[in-house]
């Protein structure tokens, strides 16, 4: 089981469903909460700590702060990430181990990327896992 992340824009019209701009995987569902909810709760990052009920919905008025978190969350990982850390990964059918702080902060670009996209199209983020 995996977290997920997507972008969903502002309603083109009355009556129109949101439109998903955007998906992506977060990550394996261990290695989000160990690594992004229980750092949160630690930190005090109330809305990803909300990540523990398997759901978030970031709201475009709170994209800002939820950047703050994450920027605070990475700061976190610097320190609290163990220098030999890794996670297993595969791609295509090779399997492979890969630098734990690496992996945390590529999902954590992506995750940067859909939160300037969400912002840009007046639209929200929604993690489920």
């Known amino acids: 089981m995996s977290f997920d992340l997507a972008v969903y824009g502002t309603p083109s019209g009355p009556g129109q469903q949101e439109t998903e701009l955007y998906e992506h995987p977060l990550g394996a569902h261990g290695t989000v909460m160990r690594h992004w909810v229980e750092p949160a709760g630690r930190l005090g990052l109330p809305l990803l700590a909300r990540l523990a009920d398997g759901e978030l919905t970031v709201g475009h008025h709170e994209l800002a702060?939820?950047?703050?978190?994450?920027?605070?969350?990475?700061?976190?990982?610097?320190?609290?990430?163990?220098?030999?850390?890794?996670?297993?990964?595969?791609a295509g059918r090779r399997h492979y181990e890969t630098p734990l702080l690496d992996h945390l902060l590529t999902r954590m670009n992506i995750l940067r990327v859909a939160l300037r996209m969400a912002e840009v199209t007046d639209g929200h983020l929604y993690l489920s896992g």
């Open 65 to 90: 702060a939820f950047a703050e978190e994450l920027s605070a969350l990475a700061r976190d990982w610097q320190t609290s990430v163990p220098d030999d850390g890794t996670i297993p990964v595969i």
